[in-house]
């Protein structure tokens, strides 16, 4: 089986590149650490087939809380990611949600229909 993990970003928000990656990476590595403590052979699985990573553009964030209410319904791990408020936008601002490691098919069903970032 294939598995990936997937983010999905705020449409709704102006990030520029540099604040882009930086919340795409938090949400990946929340992810991460959290599928390792709790559904570790699923991360050993994604881990060892490369940690397929893909970025999709949700419409803003009640469309984001609506996904990761789906997600936690499916049993898959998530990370809601909050801004610090350091630099571009308010502290607490939510910009993307990880989701996964999981398989490919799963994930699919949540987020196939999101457009690619």
């Not at 060892?48 to 803003?60: A, I, L, N, W």
């Not at 209410?69 to 308010?90: F, I, K, M, N, P």
């Not at 994930?107 to 196939?112: K, M, Q, V, Y």
């Amino acid at each position: 089986m294939e598995r990936k993990l997937v983010i999905a970003v705020r449409g709704d928000l102006k990030l520029s590149r540099g604040k882009l990656a930086a919340q795409v990476a938090h949400a990946a590595v929340s992810c991460a650490l959290r599928a390792q403590k709790h559904d570790r052979r699923e991360f050993r699985d994604w881990f060892d087939e490369g940690q397929r990573k893909v970025t999709v553009r949700c419409p803003d964030e009640p469309a984001l809380h609506a996904l990761q209410a789906d997600a936690r319904a499916a049993g898959l791990t998530t990370g809601l990611v909050r801004d610090a408020g350091r630099t571009e936008l308010a502290a607490g601002t939510i910009t993307c949600l990880g989701i996964g490691p999981a398989g490919e098919a799963e994930l699919d069903r949540l987020t196939g229909n999101l457009p690619l970032l």
